[in-house]
């Protein structure tokens, strides 16, 4: 076991959790994550593999799938960012690899993205400060790329109305939060 | 007197007392009042200066559409020029001031502009100002300027924040009277995500402003009613408040919601406006009609307003600007404002009514036929001038004037996609017409349905139909259907100084003025006159000119044509379109995985790009930069240094067919680079001009991982996408960034490897024959962290770059820094970096400036002729590869005293210095600790060849002119036996 200790995104040794009102944003560093794309001519034999490991076709545009151990969301054709707990999945890459084998390129993401979860109430009026996407239209397991304060985001609905799931990019962390608890103090 | 001139009634809140002071004097008013509601209640007539002639102003309408009433709201980093009154909604301690006016508002000396009215008319200072044409700028302008002038501008950053948001809904309804709110009902009711938007901050319209029944209740109830019953529906949402500015592209509309406009300040966190974006695939427009006045001369005074204005300030604020009030009128409206104001006990002095045929009335005098011609009264209207219908004069004595010319629908957002409104000779007036913006319809008083009745029916028949609603329209209310009846009346004939647009101060005389000297077309009419163009756009004034000029020209007013309508439908503040991106937020900011202990140690930092990196790390007892620049370059190249290279783009590259991928990308070739072995690329575009530089490393046979330059990471990723989508689609390839994921650090100098095996796990080799030059391998670390090493050396020392998964950079550099203590390693930051890679010859951004070649970069024979790849046939073009050609050199001062600066260009030791005799520039330069002078890096025609020659590196912007030697790029270990050590 090595002896270096990690950071979360925003530089802290714990999570951070911040509420607004009823609503409360916690960086959620117990995710590991992965990219998933499917080798040329391999298309069909990785969309298989995948429905195997997750239990369910692998999800369309527009679309995550949320389960355990792995969670999926649709990042271009033939495209998916896989997700699952850091405490067992540390090599997800690895894993994901002994399990799709060659017909998908598999590339750790981990430490590439930051995440905030929001839970609670008042997500859409938090949301629609935050980038173009139509909350009040989302539904349990539709998930989008979109920008927030500049930055490429997935936003992942994991329950309209309690529940959502922002990754941006790690080294931005501390804006991303930032545009995040603006919002949520403008909103709420 | 308290509030002298308020009435009886409204919808204020009496209750609630608001203190605020206009011009320095303290006043009184009450919840739900406006400022001028407030002022006019308090006897204050006169609010403003005109923008010209600095004519006494007070307010002409009760809306947005005022052209007078422009005061100076809050004060201090809150001032806010151009503000009109009539909108301000009344707090507690509001502060107002008049502006453009000197030293006061009751006595402007500027108002000397009116006395000499003959020589400022219309285009007045392009005739006058001709001559010597140097004064314009520097003299006549800034003159004219000053005595022209609106607001001031505190000149402080604004201390309020702005936000912008996005809103989705089936059925945008814009303007909440009778039209739209019947709309939102009919669309809310049947389930449908509704956004009702209204500027004003109590939503019915024109419903507040009459004593107006709908089913047998006070109109004011059922819009009451209406919104609490909107308010109610989860699907509908109101914006008070909330204009509606501009309609754009694919039923995309912005909204200022004036957030926090009503308070002193904005609550903690709150924004005082949000620009939100709306996108509604259906639009409904409800934005109602405004009242056109009637030009006479001296109809400015302040007291002469629009007749269904002082109806607003009565019935909705209980406010009269006066106690005896005449009105003049073209039709029945005029009458309904004499009728509202006797009941609330204002005495009607008479009615002027144009129409030899106005219905009579018992309780006031009806003059038919006659016409006011004049208005008299020094800061305020005294007495009418009016003109019987026998020809004979009249004077009556009155505090105010309703001046009635009928209704214009107000069409503004209909245009904003150069859509022209029609002509409707039914009503005199234009209405939406020819093609409206994709998805919006019109309906109520802004299509010329001017009843109540007619404006409830159109509103429910609308939304039904753009939302495609089945079944049968639900009744609408029972409401007034009074026939509308508008003859065309837009001036007294024989006027001269009467006013069109207030605003901007154009007269009916202009208008003529204009006519005689040949604008005629509309748009010279508008822009001669300046009729139209102040902040108001024109909503009160521009019918009136469109109709003198057609009656001039002996066209019809349609034929005249309209001028375009832009967004903003009113003015915007700067700041709702900044929203939050000012300051430290103009855009997000990337920090490295060592940031925080960079931090801590001191590090000064710069801005790269988004990337804040550590310029340089400066210890105890260093007062200038040079001094620890010099020392980290030193102690580097004597022992180790540790430099976070982290923000060097990373792209993963995977695939069967990766490595042929990089050999179309790269120049150089890439297909037999061995696994576990790292090679620098040189990446060309396609019109064959260098693009960027990097390394690939090959892990796998198809796992290879690229670096790109910091500034150019995005760049090279969208690049190699799409070569990798466009020109390659049959390469079995994947990519995707892995830049923050990887914390990476440079580990350098003579004992950096020393350094590493204290930190990598002793399973892996990482000696000189286990892991030589350019190797590059996945091990792990600090017992078992999976890490990645590459041998790879942008100082031109023995150095290695080491990645761990980002989370842990911080802790792996605190270990480095530990573990390194007894080497005396030194971080090092940017400046270092730089003077070391200069030192070395190693081309970076200042060398790849998207004009020089592989050739220019002294690597032309990198080019492989081998084999095809992006920009390789393109570099072989004659112009690139002409004999002299610029060739990357190195430079040192002669006398090693002397300064060395990017930018100067080099020329002959003798001869002129002109462009004709350029022989080439210096794009690095740097002080060398190594050497102990400066040195530089710069392209020479011909610079191969040219090694010992001396030369003027001359600059003329910095005055500089010093005698250099040309000399090898690589000052330091040209053989690089230090890299391969």
């Not at chain 2, 009656?551 to 005249?560: D, S």
């Amino acid at each position: 076991m090595h002896d270096l200790s990690p950071l979360t995104p925003l530089g802290g040794t714990a999570p951070q959790i911040d509420t607004v009102a009823d609503l409360t944003c916690t960086e959620q560093c117990d995710l590991a994550l992965a990219s998933v794309a499917a080798r040329l001519g391999q298309e069909k034999a990785c969309a298989a593999a995948l429905q195997k490991l997750l239990g369910a076709a692998p999800p369309v545009a527009g679309k995550a799938h949320l389960a355990a151990p792995y969670s999926a969301v649709w990042a271009g054709p033939d495209q998916w960012m896989l997700g699952a707990d850091f405490a067992t999945h540390e090599d997800i890459a690895a894993q994901l690899k002994a399990a799709l084998k060659d017909t998908a390129s598999i590339t750790e993401q981990t430490d590439a993205w930051c995440c905030f979860d929001l839970s609670g109430e008042g997500i859409a009026a938090v949301m629609e400060l935050l980038c173009p996407v139509n909350m009040r239209a989302l539904a349990s397991g539709d998930a989008t790329r979109t920008t927030i304060h500049h930055l490429g985001c997935f936003v992942i609905c994991g329950d309209p109305n309690g529940f959502v799931r922002i990754l941006g990019p790690r080294a931005s962390a501390g804006s991303l939060h930032h545009a995040i608890l603006t919002a949520m103090r403008s909103a709420l | 007197m308290t509030q002298k001139n308020r009435l009886s009634g409204g919808q204020i809140g009496r209750d609630t007392t608001l203190k605020f002071t206009f011009d320095g004097k303290q006043y009184q008013g009450h919840q739900g009042d406006t400022l001028a509601s407030a002022l006019l209640a308090n006897n204050v007539r006169l609010m403003g200066r005109s923008f010209k002639y600095h004519r006494p102003r007070g307010p002409l309408t009760a809306g947005s559409e005022e052209p007078n009433a422009i005061v100076e709201l809050r004060g201090g980093a809150r001032q806010e020029p151009n503000t009109r009154a009539t909108t301000a909604e009344l707090y507690n301690g509001l502060t107002a001031k008049s502006q453009n006016r000197w030293p006061s508002l009751a006595f402007d000396a500027m108002a000397i502009n009116d006395r000499f009215s003959n020589f400022l008319t219309a285009g007045f200072y392009y005739k006058t100002f001709m001559w010597p044409a140097a004064f314009w700028e520097k003299l006549y302008e800034p003159i004219i300027r000053k005595a022209a002038g609106l607001g001031s501008l505190s000149m402080k950053p604004d201390p309020d924040a702005y936000d912008k948001g996005f809103r989705h809904c089936d059925l945008l309804v814009i303007g909440a009277g009778p039209a739209g709110l019947m709309a939102a009902l009919t669309a809310g009711r049947a389930g449908k995500e509704v956004i009702l938007a209204d500027e004003d901050f109590r939503m019915g319209g024109r419903l507040n402003s009459e004593t107006l029944h709908i089913d047998d209740a006070p109109a004011t109830d059922w819009a009451a009613q209406s919104v609490a019953e909107l308010s109610a529906l989860p699907n509908v949402r109101l914006m008070p408040r909330t204009t509606v500015i501009g309609a754009f592209d694919h039923g995309i509309y912005g909204a200022v919601e004036r957030v926090s406009d009503h308070l002193h300040t904005p609550d903690p966190g709150k924004p005082r406006q949000t620009l939100w974006r709306i996108y509604a695939p259906r639009t409904l427009l409800c934005a109602g009609a405004t009242e056109r006045p009637i030009a006479f001369d001296n109809n400015d005074r302040p007291g002469v307003m629009l007749a269904s204005a002082i109806r607003s300030y009565a019935n909705r604020w209980a406010a009269t600007p006066a106690q005896r009030i005449a009105v003049f009128t073209n039709n029945d409206d005029g009458h309904r404002t004499a009728q509202d104001l006797l009941a609330k006990g204002v005495k009607i002095a008479a009615v002027v009514d144009t129409r030899p045929d106005a219905p009579r009335a018992d309780a006031y005098e009806v003059l038919r036929g006659a016409q006011v011609i004049d208005t008299k009264g020094r800061l305020g209207l005294t007495f009418a001038e009016v003109k019987l219908a026998d020809g004979t004069l009249r004077t009556i004595e009155c505090g105010a004037l309703g001046v009635s010319g009928g209704w214009n629908p107000n069409v503004h957002l209909t245009c904003h996609q150069r859509g022209r409104p029609t002509w409707d000779d039914s009503l005199a007036a234009f209405v939406p017409g020819g093609t409206l913006p994709p998805g919006m319809s019109v309906a109520g008083a802004a299509i010329g349905a001017l009843s109540t009745h007619g404006a409830l029916t159109t509103g429910a028949a609308a939304a039904k139909k753009a939302l495609g609603l089945k079944g049968r329209t639900p009744a609408t209310p029972k409401a007034e259907d009074a026939p509308v009846s508008q003859t065309p009346f837009w001036y007294v004939e024989g006027c001269s100084r009467a006013w069109l647009d207030q605003q901007n101060d154009v007269t009916v005389k202009d208008v003529k003025l204009s006519h005689q000297e040949g604008f005629r077309s509309v748009e010279h009419l508008k822009r001669y006159t300046t009729l139209g163009m102040a902040t108001d756009q024109g909503k009160t004034s521009n019918m009136g000119g469109l109709a003198i000029m057609a009656e001039l020209a002996g066209k019809a007013i349609p034929e005249v044509g309209t001028t375009i309508f832009r967004p903003p439908y009113t003015p915007t503040a700067i700041g709702a379109f900044a929203g939050r991106i000012r300051g430290m937020e103009f855009h997000p900011t990337r920090l490295t995985p060592s940031h925080y202990w960079a931090k801590e140690r001191g590090a000064v930092f710069v801005e790269v790009g988004n990337w804040l990196r550590a310029q340089w790390f400066p210890i105890e007892g260093e007062t200038h930069w040079r001094e620890s620049v010099d020392r980290e370059v030193t102690a580097t190249r004597n022992s180790v240094g540790v430099c976070d290279c982290t923000t060097l783009g990373k792209i993963d590259v995977q695939g069967t067919d990766a490595a042929a991928f990089l050999n179309k990308l790269y120049c150089n070739g890439f297909a037999k680079l061995a696994v576990g072995k790292t090679r620098y690329g040189l990446m060309l575009r396609e019109d064959g001009i260098a693009m960027d530089d990097g390394t690939a490393a090959r892990l796998e046979e198809d796992h290879f991982v690229v670096t790109t330059t910091t500034a150019n990471a995005a760049r090279v990723y969208q690049h190699m996408e799409f070569v990798r989508q466009c020109l390659f689609p049959d390469m079995d390839v994947q990519l995707i960034s892995t830049t923050e994921g990887w914390a990476q650090y440079a580990v350098a100098g003579p004992n950096s490897r020393k350094l590493l095996q204290k930190v990598v796990d002793p399973a892996f080799d990482i000696s000189n024959e286990g892991f030589p030059f350019m190797a590059c391998a996945n091990i792990t670390i600090c017992g078992g962290l999976r890490a990645r090493l590459f041998r790879i050396s942008f100082s031109g020392e023995l150095a290695f770059e080491i990645a761990v998964p980002s989370r842990y950079g911080d802790a792996l550099m605190r270990k480095l820094m530990s573990e390194g203590a007894e080497f005396d390693v030194t971080p090092y930051g940017t400046e270092a970096l730089g003077v070391m890679r200069i030192e070395k010859g190693h081309a970076a951004g200042n060398e790849l400036n998207g004009t020089t070649t592989a050739l220019n970069l002294g690597m032309g024979r990198m080019v492989s002729k081998a084999k095809d790849s992006i920009g390789s046939k393109l570099s072989e073009r004659p112009g690139l590869n002409e004999a002299d050609a610029l060739i990357q050199v190195g430079v040192k001062p002669v006398d090693p005293s002397k300064a060395i600066t990017a930018g100067g260009h080099l020329m002959a030791e003798t001869g002129p210095v002109n462009a004709a005799h350029d022989q080439g520039y210096i794009t690095s330069a740097a002080y060398s600790p190594s050497l102990g002078h400066m040195i530089g890096l710069g392209f020479l025609k011909n610079g191969a060849e040219r090694l010992g020659e001396r030369m003027r590196l001359v600059s003329p912007v910095t005055r500089l002119t010093v005698e250099v030697e040309i000399a090898s790029a690589h000052f330091v270990d040209p053989e690089g036996e230090r890299l391969r050590a």
